[in-house]
């Protein structure tokens, strides 16, 4: 088969897979853990421990509250010192649970094994709830609670279930290499999820930067029936998953709509492993591969962390923060979060910890917008950067709304583009931000 | 008489019947009463068409005053008691009048307070970084220092001060408009009384944080102890949630609250120097400053028991000394009202990493600048002011 | 009222042309020099002239509703005046200025003063009125007509300063807008100096 | 540690700019200003010196004096519409005339409007047409290629589409083609002609390098040629006594430059790819009426300043394909 | 004094009375300017003429003739002396100007040679085809004396007799058009 | 998405008479904001009055409010006020003057065609009136 | 073809607005929004057309046979004021809410000069009737043509930064200009 893409848009940054082909190395546990209780979409977890509190790995520490919520679990095994607000990657201050870490043991129950099971019992509502109960979110970055995608709305139908393995961002590697070390898992992974949603055909999208992973996917899949890995043009964000959606499927997403609304379900690699350790070992998520890298980092490598450890634990353990460190990325250089201090925990939806040297960290002086087109050429959404970062600086909200600004998937592909440096996504992530608070106020009249 | 002037009557009559008679039926059916007091109250106002008054232009605004039977929560603040004095002459009604007031910038995160632990790279607007993380200092409800209030006055009457990164209002120029309230996304700027000789004492911080927490993020913070709120004779300030809040209405201006204060988080600007012998040295700086307009600055500077430094970056040393020295230190020069970059600031600029911070600073004038397109000659202008001063 | 101001409010503080941008088509129109400027410019502060001094006369005897049509009326008596008067004995001015003389009538600087002023003022207040308003009107079209012959003739009231032309552009349609457009910024300068 | 810079996603960004981009076009001009050097000699150097020189001393002066804001005369723009503004100048204007275009296309045409990015008329054709306008005779007298060191002095001639409009309704189009240099000539540059438009070969490199260095897209100019290509190829089939043929039209006059440099200018042309395409088919519909049926022999200046005030409309009303269609909700 | 009550009758009647004032004052005005617009609308025809046609005393109106040519009429003044034709000057048209039509007055001896020629109006570009006007260049005085059976009515470019205006061929070229159509109906009329 | 394609004004309740309310919509045109628009005549002063159905919910007399149309709305009434009585003018017209009837006749008839086209859009003013709604919103 | 080339030189040629200085109140004051251009093109092509028509058959069959030339002015102002409030009238009385959405959408349109100058110079040019007619429609798309267009620069316009000095009218005159100066390459095609 050729290339397959999507229709309209996007850009090319250079890749700087750095740490591709790195193993995934466990990276230890720190002294102390800060877990936020809002690790995922939607309303906080209830908070199940006080100050003081033993709490052993594995055991949940806070419980979904509503629909769109999820569990969360202890990653360590110690005592609890705090059950406070914290800054959170952005310095505010959220809920959260600091454990003094004592040691690793593993709450009973849980297979801490390293076996294949293959073998998928259970319902897809009891899929479901071992999802759910394992506080499984999506990994891909939305942190969406998994356990709802799951869930069919009614007069849908889930026809395909579609694997991001894409990572289209530059220097990440997380995905790529669980799926070069976990593929068989990842298969049973599949399966659940498969099972879990009722459909019986999957497709897993990569890349083709990772030949590596197409080739150990495609063989881990030989034998399935229904699986299929597909390779992709090197294109960002070819793993938004609209986009995904449409490179595989040709089909396209409405606007305002799900990819279910197209019978689709899309799950990240990541999400995948996670559902598999959840279901079959009865394992939750508290950990997740993290890769720290950077052009200066010593030893760019890609850690299974425990969630809550502290960033700054990780980029020791990659050789120490380079001098020249000028930026701080909680995530990929298209996407992630730049944070103004290390010691950030990380998260469930945190995928990587990239350390950018001043003359990559900043941006140029911001020119006029010249009209180069450049920014609507690469919109992968079909829309006008140019004019609605304008209108979102002039709060001209109604014509933003008219113009679709909340199509925008963010992916900032217009900003990575646009000659003049201009601030094109800050400014439309505003104006989002305003005229969904505007619909929804309206919504609710 | 001639044929042609015949010609020409019998014509125009009839032209100009029939067009009266239609005219008359257009009046008729057309003439929608529009009460002319209407225009009389426009043209009373300022005709600023600001919104500060609820509605959508100064017509709108006179409309509702012309139809409502009462003033109650009918007032231009920009045109003021005298507008509305002129607007209830016109309309033969009682004035009511209302307190003028003015905005006030309640934060004092000036960098020597609050350091600054990071630098700020993305678009110059405040409600942009806002809603990325807590700033380029730590407290969550600080200045964010990008200037969206200053974008947003129509009447020049708000500014960026360069040294204390912080917004400062030209009492004279607001209007209390309230444009820079509903800008701020840290609900940093109030407005309130505008008192005799533009007097007036605020608790500078909204930081609702417990004392030990505010404290931590800026070293003006309110931390809540409640000592101003024991020691005020009028009741005029609450306390709530650790922070304590002054009424203007009820505030007299003894100032009884102003030395009670630990960490210095109330303000008071534009006093006479006080009548403490040790002070008065000090104090006699404030009133040159506050001649030369740069109020805030100035107070702010006494107000903490620092120093106002005439040129700044080249005594950074000085200042740094001074601070050593502790707090009674007094410079002499300190008319200006304009402030050194702080201790940690320059403590900061013997680390690396000043080159960026300086090549940001530059960029983010000129990104400011574009920007904020519209406002950026002023701004120039204001800047330029502000260097030569 | 203050004759003075009355008078000199037309000059420049309220000046159709500049301020208010009123009358904006024969100011456009005939300027190609500044003699055609000026005789526009006069035959229009006549005609304001006259139809304000009229209008204030006879106010009391017009009903309201009829007011507007009453006051085309006298207004377009007066421009039919000075039509047949240039055409008499200004023939060359008369078809250098063309269709701008009839369209006196619809000048909003006319009915506008006849409305707004003389409806309400006596007879002397009025003449004043309509003189400084005519007045500057015909100042800013001399003006306009000036830049724009000095630019596009290299003359100025038909006295040649220059060998050969100016810039042709400016005797066209083009020049005629963009002159106006620099000159309404210069007015604006001007204006908030002198106030 | 040093302070760690933080700002919104994404935080990758490209490495063109721009100057860059300025540069690039400016890159591409140079065969074109080889060969105008060649045929037009030291008439070029000096129109070409001090248009660049006056737009960006103006440029620097409005700025700096009367607009108050700062000066961003050296970011290419500036440079790059004086550099426009001579290719579409007889050699031989006297250089005071090339400052009055200069402060026409950047005091009217770009700086009245806020600066680079903001002008709704491409300036260096808003310096162009004010000349023409303006100086009628200096401005339709062409230097003959090939007096290298003559400047205003050099013997005048007319371009091929002057002679060719001229002369028709006298003479049909064969004899006039017997009057207008051969297509060769044509070709490489050989005619009377503004300084920078002659250079057919040179301008098409310089396109192409535009596309490779992905500084414009096709849509622009390849729309424009081909509209003027079909619509003269259409009236010489009707009638080939009357009208000269296609290639004719494609060699001759500003229409290489006007299609592939000014029409092309980022600020004056449409954001989008049906927006772009309507308006080269317009420009070249626009050219082809103002050569054949108007009074003036060329028409794609006028043509595209035509567009310019279309494009607000073209921008509003043909918007780019979203993805996904809309889905009512509720 | 208390403003006038609109109804319906004080409306109309106002409006009347306003008009039949303005109709009388404007019949005067009318009636005084009749013979001076009459006399300045015969004087400047009568200037054309003058400038085109040897010395005259009069143009008899009855002995006017209008002749139809090419979709528009030109109009022919014979100009008596002493009850004897002397000339007759041509009111000419041309609709291929640089900004389409423009008209002449041609003055022909009683040979058919032009004595001399002037605009009527124009629609030319000022500075270039305005050119052609008596006062701003002496493009006319070529024709002057010059029989059109001789004299090539046609620019030098089209191999013709007559020096264009410096860049303005194509106002030069209408206006030969012009001569001749004003020749071709002289003779046609003798 | 009834708010994208939509001409709004501001306006104010002049009274409330059931499931309707009486508004002045303060004309917008530049006139409005303008200083010169006593001494004009172009400006475009008058105010609008109109009838708008209140939807049900509570209006007092002197809100402020929003009185918005679609866009296509406004169009059509362009439409059937102006476009469509030109149209038949015209074409009276042209088959009049084709016909080889008198410019007089022509012309006249042609003029009187408008009494038939506005009385068939009176007949129909039921029918006509249900495309012209309007929507009110309450401003703040 | 012949009222084609009519239509063409009155929208392009001599454009109403760009050439001819006309309605320019109107074109500078209304021109904010695309959409109030658009319905505004409509209802000028009516106003104009009727006044313009009626206008005609006035001058024609009322004045001239009695020699009332010079009554133009007068009667035509008269007429036409009063034609185009009966139009109002008649639309408010029909249907109250097309009325109303008019209203809303559209300012008012009052006698402006651009109407009466094209009802002057439909006479002046000798134009029949339907040459007339076919004029005025031809001005009324000139109108309408700059005014959109110029609606839509002034929107786009809105959201740059235009210097303070120039905002409003100064940038409309100049972009008003420009447009006039692209224009002129219309020059001559009729
Ligand atoms: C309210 C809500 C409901 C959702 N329901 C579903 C669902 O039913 N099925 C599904 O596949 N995904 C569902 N999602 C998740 C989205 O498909 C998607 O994974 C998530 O928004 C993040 O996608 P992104 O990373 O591409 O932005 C839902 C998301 C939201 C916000
Ligand atoms: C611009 C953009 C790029 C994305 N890139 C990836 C990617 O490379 N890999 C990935 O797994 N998810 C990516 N996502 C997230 C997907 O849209 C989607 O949320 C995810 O695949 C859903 O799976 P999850 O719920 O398991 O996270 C991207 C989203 C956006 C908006
Ligand atoms: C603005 C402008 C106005 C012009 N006006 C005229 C004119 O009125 N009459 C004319 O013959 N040519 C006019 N031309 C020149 C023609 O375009 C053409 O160059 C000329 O008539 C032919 O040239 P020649 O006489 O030099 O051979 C004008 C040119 C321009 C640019
Ligand atoms: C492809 C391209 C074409 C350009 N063409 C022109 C041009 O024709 N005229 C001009 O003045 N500037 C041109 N520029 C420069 C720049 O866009 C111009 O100065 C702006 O119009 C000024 O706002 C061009 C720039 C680019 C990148
Ligand atoms: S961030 Fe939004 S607007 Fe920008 S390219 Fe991506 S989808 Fe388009
Ligand atoms: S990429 Fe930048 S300069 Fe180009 S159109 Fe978009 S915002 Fe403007
Ligand atoms: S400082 Fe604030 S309240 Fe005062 S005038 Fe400016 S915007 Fe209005
Ligand atoms: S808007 Fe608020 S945060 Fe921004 S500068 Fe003004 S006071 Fe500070
Ligand atoms: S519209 Fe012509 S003067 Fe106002």
């Known amino acids: 088969m050729g290339l397959l893409t999507f229709s309209r848009g996007g850009v090319h940054p250079p890749e700087n897979k750095i740490s591709a082909g790195k193993k995934i190395e466990p990276a230890g546990l720190p002294e ?68 003094q870490v004592e040691e690793d043991q593993w709450e009973a129950g849980i297979d801490t094994s390293d ?95 990772k030949p590596d992973a197409i080739e150990v996917m495609t063989n881990a899949t030989a034998s399935e029936d229904g699986i299929q890995v597909q390779g992709l043009k090197v294109k960002y964000p070819q793993g938004g998953e609209k986009q995904l959606v449409q490179a595989l499927l040709n089909r396209e997403v409405p606007s305002g709509g799900l990819p279910i609304d197209v019978g689709v379900v899309v799950f990240n690699v990541g999400t995948a492993y996670a559902s598999y350790l959840a279901v079959q070992k009865n394992r939750p998520l508290i950990e997740r591969v993290v890769t720290v890298t950077g052009k200066s980092v010593a030893n760019p490598s890609n850690f299974l962390t425990r969630i809550g450890t502290p960033a700054s634990f990780l980029i020791e353990k990659a050789g120490g923060l380079p001098d020249d460190t000028a930026k701080v990325i909680n995530g990929g250089p298209m996407m992630g979060k730049a944070v103004a201090k290390i010691d950030i925990p990380i998260v469930k939806g945190s995928s990587g910890i990239l350390l950018l040297r001043e003359n990559e960290a900043l941006r140029n002086p911001v020119q006029p917008c010249i009209r180069c087109t450049k920014c609507v050429g690469v919109c992968p959404m079909g829309l006008e950067p140019y004019l609605l970062m304008t209108q979102a600086e002039k709060g001209m909200w109604e014509p933003l709304e008219r113009d679709h600004v909340m199509d925008c998937i963010e992916c900032g592909s217009c900003s990575y583009t646009c000659p003049s440096s201009r601030p094109l996504l800050d400014y439309i992530r505003l104006g989002k931000a305003e005229v969904g608070k505007i619909m929804r106020s309206r919504k609710a009249v | 008489m001639s044929q042609i002037i015949i010609y020409t009557i019998i014509t125009l009559v009839v032209i100009g019947a029939v067009a009266a008679i239609i005219l008359y039926f257009v009046a008729q059916r057309f003439k929608v009463y529009e009460d002319p007091r209407i225009d009389l109250v426009e043209e009373a106002l300022p005709a600023a068409n600001c919104g500060g008054c609820g509605y959508a232009g100064c017509r709108n605004f006179a409309e509702a005053l012309v139809k409502s039977e009462t003033f109650d929560d009918l007032h231009c603040p920009v045109g003021g008691n005298e507008a509305m004095a002129t607007v209830a002459e016109i309309l033969g009604r009682e004035a009511v009048e209302q307190d003028p007031l003015v905005a006030v910038v309640r934060c004092n995160g000036q960098p020597q307070y609050r350091p600054r632990n990071n630098i700020y790279d993305g678009a110059v607007s405040c409600a942009v970084a806002h809603s990325l993380y807590t700033g380029e200092g730590d407290c969550p409800h600080g200045c964010l220092g990008c200037g969206d209030c200053v974008a947003v006055c129509d009447f020049d009457a708000i500014h960026m001060n360069p040294e204390t990164g912080l917004p400062e209002v030209v009492d004279d120029k607001c209007t209390a408009c309230g444009a820079c309230v509903k800008a701020c996304p840290r609900d940093i700027i109030e407005l309130r009384k505008k008192n005799k000789k533009d007097r007036k004492i605020f608790v500078s911080c909204i930081n609702e944080e417990k004392g030990g927490v505010a404290k931590q993020y800026c070293s003006v913070a309110c931390i809540g102890c409640s000592k101003c709120f024991k020691v005020c004779p009028f009741d005029a300030i609450t306390m709530n949630n650790n922070l304590a809040f002054i009424d203007s209405v009820k505030c007299k201006l003894c100032r009884k609250c102003v030395p009670e204060c630990p960490t210095d988080s109330i303000l008071e600007i534009n006093f006479p120097p006080p009548r403490n012998k040790e002070e008065e040295k000090e104090k006699a700086g404030v009133e040159d400053a506050g001649k030369t307009g740069e109020k805030v600055g100035a107070t702010a500077a006494v107000k903490s028991g620092e120093k106002a430094d005439r040129k700044t970056g080249t005594e950074a040393a000085v200042k740094s000394r001074a601070n050593a020295e502790g707090q009674t230190a007094v410079n002499a020069e300190g008319n200006t009202g304009t402030q050194v970059e702080g201790k940690t600031e320059a403590n900061a600029e013997k680390q690396p990493g000043t080159k960026t911070a300086e090549k940001i600073e530059e960029k983010k004038q000129n990104n400011a600048d574009d920007t904020k397109g519209t406002k950026s000659g002023e701004n120039g202008d204001a800047n330029e002011k502000t260097q030569k001063d | 009222m203050n004759q003075w101001k009355n008078f000199s409010k037309g000059l420049l503080k ?86 701008f003389i009839p369209l006196i009538v619809v000048n909003c600087v006319v009915l506008g003063r006849a409305e707004a002023f003389a409806s309400k003022n006596n007879v002397v207040s009025s003449i004043i009125d309509g003189l400084g308003m005519g007045i500057g009107f015909a100042l800013a079209l001399t003006a306009l007509g000036a830049v724009r012959e000095v630019l596009g003739s290299g003359s100025i009231f038909g006295l ?36 | 540690m040093n302070k760690l810079i933080v700002s919104p996603s994404p935080h990758a960004h490209t490495a063109e700019s721009v100057p860059k981009l300025m540069y690039g076009v400016m890159i591409s001009l140079l065969p074109a200003f080889a060969v105008s050097v060649w045929f037009f000699g030291i008439g070029m150097l000096i129109v070409t010196t001090v248009s660049v020189v006056s737009c960006v001393l103006f440029e620097y002066l409005i700025q700096k004096h009367i607009l108050k804001v700062p000066p961003t005369h050296l970011d290419g723009s500036a440079v790059l519409t004086g550099l426009l503004l001579a290719f579409c100048l007889p050699a031989n204007i006297p250089f005071w005339m090339v400052m009055i275009g200069a402060l026409a296309a950047i005091g009217i045409g770009k700086m009245t409007f806020g600066g680079l990015g903001n002008n709704i008329f491409n300036p260096a054709l808003v310096g162009r047409v004010f000349l023409f306008i303006s100086f009628p005779v200096a401005m339709t007298s062409y230097p003959v290629p090939g007096q290298w060191l003559r400047y205003t002095d050099a013997t005048t001639g007319a371009t091929p589409l002057g002679i060719f409009k001229e002369g028709l309704g006298e003479q049909t189009a064969g ?3 017997q009057q207008v240099p051969g297509y060769t000539d044509l070709f490489i540059g050989n005619m009377g002609g503004s300084a920078g438009e002659i250079a057919t070969v040179a301008l098409l490199i310089g396109l192409l390098y535009m596309l490779y260095r992905k500084i414009i897209t096709w849509h622009i100019p390849v729309t424009i040629l081909g509209t003027v290509a079909l619509f003269t190829g259409i009236l010489w089939l009707v009638n080939p006594e009357q009208n000269a043929d296609p290639l004719f039209h494609l060699l001759t006059g500003g229409l290489m430059l006007g299609a592939i440099y000014m029409a092309t200018d980022y600020v004056t042309s449409p954001m989008t790819r049906k927006g772009m395409v309507i308006y080269g088919v317009l420009i070249g519909i626009l050219t082809v009426i103002i050569r054949v049926f108007g009074a003036y022999p060329e028409g794609v200046q006028f043509a595209i300043l035509i567009m310019n005030a279309f494009v607000p409309l073209l921008n509003k009303y043909f918007k780019p394909k979203r993805f996904g269609k809309e889905v009512q909700h509720g | 004094m208390a403003k006038k009550e609109s109804n319906f009758v004080s409306m109309v009647a106002t409006l009347s009375v306003v008009a039949l004032v303005a109709a009388a004052l404007l019949g005067g005005v009318y009636e005084a300017t009749k013979e001076p617009i009459r006399l300045a609308d015969l004087r400047k025809r009568n200037e054309a003429i003058e400038a085109v046609v040897p010395a005259f005393d009069t143009v008899p109106s009855d002995q006017i003739v209008k002749y139809g040519m090419d979709g528009d009429t030109l109009i022919l003044y014979p100009a008596l002396k002493n009850g004897i034709v002397v000339g007759t000057a041509v009111e000419t048209f041309t609709n291929n100007g640089f900004s389409g039509e423009f008209k002449l007055m041609v003055g022909f001896d009683n040979e058919g040679a032009i004595v001399d020629i002037a605009v009527l109006s124009h629609k030319e570009t000022p500075g270039l085809g305005d050119k052609m006007e008596r006062d701003k260049s002496d493009f006319h005085v070529q024709f002057m004396g010059q029989h059109p059976d001789e004299f090539n009515l046609a620019v030098t470019k089209d191999k013709g007799d007559v020096d264009a205006i410096t860049a303005s061929t194509i106002s030069s070229r209408a206006y030969c058009e012009a001569v001749q159509r004003a020749y071709e109906a002289w003779k046609a009329t003798r | 998405m009834s708010e994208q394609n939509t001409i709004n004004h501001i306006g104010f309740v002049e009274s409330v008479n059931g499931q309707s309310a009486l508004v002045r919509i303060n004309s917008q045109s530049a006139c409005a904001s303008c200083h010169a628009k006593g001494a004009c005549s172009a400006a475009d002063q008058e105010d609008k009055m109109m009838t708008v159905p209140t939807g049900g919910a509570d209006y007092r007399t002197g809100e402020q409010v929003r009185v918005s149309i679609a866009r296509r709305t406004g169009l059509r009434a362009v439409a059937f006020g102006y476009v469509y009585p030109f149209l038949v003018l015209m074409t009276i017209l042209v088959i009049l003057t084709a016909a080889g009837a008198s410019e007089l006749q022509a012309g006249t008839w042609s003029l009187a065609s408008l009494a038939p086209y506005y009385l068939a859009i009176y007949l129909l003013r039921d029918r006509i009136s249900n495309t012209f709604t309007f929507k009110l919103e309450k401003l703040f | 073809m012949e009222y084609v080339l009519i239509i063409i030189a009155a929208v392009f040629v001599s454009n109403i607005v760009l050439n001819q200085f006309l309605g320019i109140c109107p074109f500078i004051g209304v021109s904010n929004k695309v959409d109030t251009a658009i319905g505004m093109t409509g209802a000028v092509t009516f106003v104009m057309v009727i006044a313009t028509l009626f206008t005609y058959l006035i001058f024609q069959y009322v004045l001239i046979p009695f020699e009332l030339e ?98 409003g009218v100064p940038i409309a005159f100049i972009v008003a200009g420009l447009m006039a100066l692209a224009f002129m390459g219309f020059t001559g095609i009729v």
């Open chain 3, 14 to 99: 309220e000046n159709a042309v500049f301020v208010m941008f009123l009358g904006l088509c024969p100011t456009l129109g005939v300027t190609t020099s500044a003699v055609n400027g000026l005789g526009m410019g006069l035959a229009t502060t006549f005609v304001l002239v006259m139809s304000n001094l009229v209008v204030a006369l006879i106010k009391n005897q017009i009903p309201d509703k009829v007011r507007i049509p009453a006051f085309i009326v006298i207004i377009a008596t007066f421009v039919t005046v000075v039509e047949m008067v240039m055409k008499a004995y200004v023939p060359a001015l008369f078809d250098a200025l063309g269709l």
């Open chain 1, 115 to 209: 076996d294949l099971l293959t073998n998928i019992d259970g319902t897809a509502e009891e899929i479901r709830n071992k999802i759910l109960g394992g506080g499984i979110v999506g990994l891909g970055g939305a942190t969406f609670p998994s356990h709802v995608k799951l869930m069919t709305p009614k007069g849908k139908k889930a026809e395909y279930l579609l694997i991001n393995g894409v990572e289209c961002e530059p220097y990440l590697t997380a995905d790529h290499a669980l799926m070069m070390e976990k593929s068989a898992r990842l298969v049973v992974g599949i399966r659940i999820l498969m099972k879990g949603l009722g459909v019986e055909k999957a497709i897993i999208g990569i890349e083709n930067n």
């Open chain 1, 32 to 99: 102390q853990v800060v877990i936020p209780v809002t690790q995922h979409l939607g309303a906080p977890s209830k908070v199940l421990v006080n100050k003081g509190d033993e709490v052993m790995t594995g055991q949940l520490i806070a419980e979904a509250e509503g629909f769109v919520s999820t569990n969360i679990h202890s990653s360590v095994t110690g005592k609890v010192l705090k059950v406070d607000k914290f800054p959170d990657a952005s310095g505010y201050k959220k809920m959260a649970v600091q454990i």
């Open chain 3, 160 to 195: 040649s300063f220059l060998k050969g032309d100016g810039m042709l552009l400016f005797v066209l349609p083009p020049g005629a807008f963009i002159a106006l457009g620099y000159l309404i910024v210069l007015a604006n300068k001007l204006k908030a100096k002198t106030t």
């Open chain 7, 70 to 167: 010079y009554l133009r002015t007068i009667t035509f102002i008269l007429v036409i004021a009063s034609l185009v409030q009966m139009v109002e009238i008649m639309l408010k009385k029909i249907s109250p809410p097309l009325y109303q959405a008019l209203g809303i959408f559209l300012p008012l349109i009052t006698t402006n000069c651009a109407v009466l100058g094209v009802a002057v110079l439909a006479v002046q040019q000798d134009f029949n009737l339907l040459g007339s007619v076919v004029f005025a429609i031809g001005n009324a798309i000139g109108f309408g043509l700059a005014l959109i267009t110029f609606s839509g620069i002034r929107e786009q316009l809105d959201m740059m930064n235009v210097p303070k000095q120039m905002k």
């Open chain 4, 175 to 177: 004899e006039l083609m």
